[in-house]
């Protein structure tokens, strides 16, 4: 499995690529946002399973690295990272990070979750999930919202709709059924794979961006104290 670690401090490199050779990874080493960048563009070898992304870089601000990767790229990031207030947390994850993992960490903690991130990230023809297994259905639809599994294409009367990696894997999941109420803590867990309580307020930002995406503000019901559910519009 090829890793990209963009960190600018080379002795933290060294001795988190050593691990991470030792458990089978192909390491390559970014000291700054440009290096990664340009590590990213297409190449004739594997494409990266996973980037570990430390924020405080030397050229640029990591959180800014972070949406120039995910423009050109589904590759997972994990941010990584001293940064542990909240409002950090939710910021990266809203700019399209798969996981936060705030300094110092559990070595086996961030190897589980660089397994986690790379396990539940689809192949390009392959969709999110449950809906895109063999024989699973390879389209939604919603009244007038079609969301296309294979390649996580989200329509709206016709009209693409622009989605986030997360926003798309929480309309997915909830369109698997239609009526069918999702406790937050289910959301959390098979969204976001974690059962952090921050995630909470992560969630309602991803609920209000969705509905404001599709311009449908009633198709995601708010289900008080339990959590949300789809209703199909007429």
């Not at 430390?54 to 990584?80: A, H, N, S, Y």
């Amino acid at each position: 499995m090829r890793l990209l670690l963009v960190e600018d401090d080379d002795h933290v490199a060294a001795a988190l690529s050593a691990v991470l050779a030792r458990h089978g990874f192909e390491v390559t080493h970014a000291r700054s946002g440009e290096e990664a960048l340009q590590a990213l563009l297409p190449a004739d070898g594997a494409p990266f399973a996973v980037v570990l992304l430390d924020l405080g870089l030397p050229d640029q601000d990591g959180f800014e690295v972070c949406g120039k990767i995910r423009k050109r790229t589904t590759t997972p990031v994990i941010m990584v990272t001293a940064r542990s207030d909240t409002r950090s947390k939710i910021h990266g994850l809203n700019l399209g990070a798969d996981d936060y993992v705030v300094k110092p960490y559990d070595t086996g903690e961030l190897l589980a979750r660089i397994h986690a991130v790379a396990r539940r990230t689809p192949p390009a023809d392959s969709a999110p999930g449950r809906p895109g297994d063999a024989g699973g259905p390879r389209a939604l639809r919603l009244g007038p919202v079609i969301i296309e599994l294979p390649n996580r294409r989200v329509s709206v009367h016709g009209v693409t709709v622009p989605l986030t990696r997360k926003e798309f894997d929480l309309l997915a999941l909830l369109a698997q059924r239609p009526g069918v109420v999702f406790r937050r803590e289910q959301i959390i867990s098979e969204v976001w794979h974690t059962s952090w309580e921050g995630t909470g307020r992560t969630l309602e930002v991803h609920i209000a961006s969705l509905r404001s995406k599709l311009h449908l503000p009633a198709l995601i019901e708010t289900v008080r104290g339990v959590g949300y559910k789809i209703v199909v519009p007429v």
